[in-house]
């Protein structure tokens, strides 16, 4: 899932818009061509709407655009999408159970597409999250919790048990929902910190079948692990940078039952990345 759940339920300062841009170096696929990609991020979080005492709601945006370049070993090498979108909206549901209980539910509208095609049905693909969180009694700023999420994000519908613990305390703060996302982030000051994350990104897009492999559906994997910085410059206004490797990198070609093409497409060497971008945090 591209728009990570967030799970404070605390009035903390946090992101609220974000964007970003990565360039991930070229590595060899399987038959020998290179590919890497320029990577787009946009994120924006509404203001907070309260439903009574017990309910928050946000309204959640995200874009992200791959543009990939290639470098084919012959002239009869794979042909990749050069441009994938990924446009989602979710709306974010913070129910408070008692004192002690906090459910998260996140269903999320997703079209990922080449956008070569005529637009359709099958450029959506549905998603939802839901994470029950419990505040610890023994230790201040411990959150932790368990869930599940489906999404088509690595097979036709993919059914993902999650678990997460956040944690924070004025020197450092852990993020962690399993498998999606682990961060850990020292905070020397309040004008600056750095960190490392890892993240699973996974998505499939529809690139019609107007290709040379007659394929519907493009799936993307990685695995980024990166070192992270970000300092504040005014205000709300942060910049931020990371670099690291991208690691389990793949690029399939799926057909129209979202079962891989063999042959086509397949895994990739790790990679080197690096990243900058800026955001804006408030307190909820």
């Given amino acids: ?43 924006l979080i509404t203001p907070t709407i309260k439903m009574g005492e017990h309910t928050k709601l946000n309204n959640m945006f995200a874009y992200r655009s791959l543009n990939y370049n290639q470098e084919s070993r012959s002239e009869k090498g794979l042909h990749f999408p050069g441009n994938l979108s990924d446009i ?17 539910v996140v269903p999320q509208l997703i079209v990922r597409s080449d956008f070569k095609s005529s637009f359709g049905s099958r450029d959506f693909f549905p998603a939802l999250a839901a994470v ?24 036709k519908n993919t059914f993902t048990p999650l678990f997460a613990v956040t944690y924070s305390s004025p020197d ?18 309040k004008s600056w910190e750095y960190g490392i994350d890892a993240n699973f990104e996974t998505g499939i897009y529809n690139i019609g079948t107007k290709n040379d492999v007659g394929a519907h559906n493009a799936r993307v994997i990685n695995i980024p692990v990166g070192l992270t910085a970000a300092a504040k410059i005014s205000g709300m206004f942060w910049v931020k940078a990371k670099v690291g490797m991208q690691f389990m990198r793949e690029y399939d070609f799926l057909d129209s039952s979202y079962q891989v093409l063999k042959g086509q497409g397949g895994s990739m060497e790790s990679s080197a990345y690096a990243s900058i971008g800026i955001s804006l945090r408030l307190k909820e």
């Fill in 172 to 189: 450092y703060r852990i993020d962690m929902m399993l498998p999606i996302k682990a961060q850990f982030v020292m905070t020397p000051s």
């Fill in 88 to 104: 989602q909206y979710a709306l974010l549901i913070r129910q408070k159970l008692n004192d002690r209980w906090n459910l998260v």
């Fill in 1 to 43: 899932m591209l728009i990570i759940v967030p799970l404070y339920v605390d009035a903390q300062e946090s992101e609220f818009f974000s964007s970003t841009y990565s360039s991930v170096a070229r590595s060899k696929l399987e038959h020998g061509d290179q590919l890497g990609v320029g990577v787009v991020d946009i994120n």
């Fill in 132 to 155: 029950a969180m419990h505040q610890s009694g023994k230790h201040e700023g411990l959150q932790w919790g368990y869930g599940a999420s489906y999404s088509r994000d690595f097979t």
